[in-house]
């Protein structure tokens, strides 16, 4: 049974007569944003720093998160080591322990978030957002269902909701514009994002961009991934750079939450965004904050890897030391090292044992059945 509402009753932000003509209150957003600029500013500064091949690892590094975590907001969960390896690939990089399995749908979505950010000065149009769609769909399928491949939704099926949650326990956080607005609401977002107006703030530009195209919600699917990709494109364009050392996407991930009913909030608030502003801050401090994490990481490696350099390793060993390093899940044994390595059990007994010898593994405490091992 559909809802009455009375004629005058704006129920989203899009129904406005004002829209997408967005007001804010500058006098909270602003100190916020005075702490976030300094902030950022200091962490490129300090991530340009790096030597030439450090900063290419936190580039790849950073990059392998936002593709990760960028899916996983939309429940699809992606291959760590096929997505490094695709964008190495794609960035001219020449990684140990990379694969030569291919996966058409993670090759699509690095494309695009390369192409995004690496490509930042170039106008976006809707011949690019039908690309970068048709990339994240290669097969016109997103599992059993249709896609209709580079090219606006047409409602068929009923109005676009905007959903998060598990099949059974989804919650609706608003509905999008009807099909038939979607050109003209188009046609005003691009020539506002390209536009790059002087007086407006580049990182509250990627707020307002990441806003205003979740509401269009112009695609059948791919929506939120081609928002977060707007994203990065318009804060590589706040920093005047193609690399990025920070993913504002592996944010979002760990607050999806709170992203959701800051969206909800916000499309029935009005045209005032004071509290998207507030948020979207907030979580981009908090994105930087992670970002030392990354560095942490690349200054660990390149640290290990010196004071290795001196040993003989087989590719093998040094693939799986990778894994180890990247984040390995559970615990290292014999039979693991043997299927990470495609070897025999002999084999992968005799790799660990020279690991051992050479101090780049330790046994841990547990014996028997149950041995295993980690980096020392």
Known sequence: MKTKYKKNKIRYIYESKKWPHFVWNTEPIALILEQVRFKQGRFIGKMEALGFNLKDEAVLQTLTEDVLKTSEIEGEKLDRNQVRSSLATRLGMDIIGSTSLKNRNVDGLVEMMLDATQKYREDLTVERLFSWHAALFPTGRNGLDQISVGQWRDDSEGPMQVISGPMGKAKIHFKAPTAQRIKKEIKNFLEWFNAQK?????????AMAHLWFVTIHPFDDGNGRIARAITDMSLARSEFSSKRFYSMSARISIE??????????????????????????????????????????VLKKAKFWDLHKEKTLNDRQRKIIIKLM????????????????????DTATRDIQELLHLKILKKNSAGGRSTNYSLK
Do not use: N
């Open 326 to 345: 990247d984040g390995f899940e559970g615990h290292l044994t014999s039979s693991k090292w043997a299927l990470l390595g495609k070897c025999s059990q």
């Open 256 to 297: 999806r939450t709170s992203y959701y009913e800051i969206l909800e909030r916000t499309q029935k608030g009005g045209l005032d965004i004071t509290v998207w502003f507030e948020w979207f801050l907030s979580c981009f401090d908090r994105a930087i904050d992670g970002a030392d994490i990354i560095l942490e990481s």
């Open 198 to 206: 002087k007086t407006e703030d580049s990182i509250l530009r990627a």
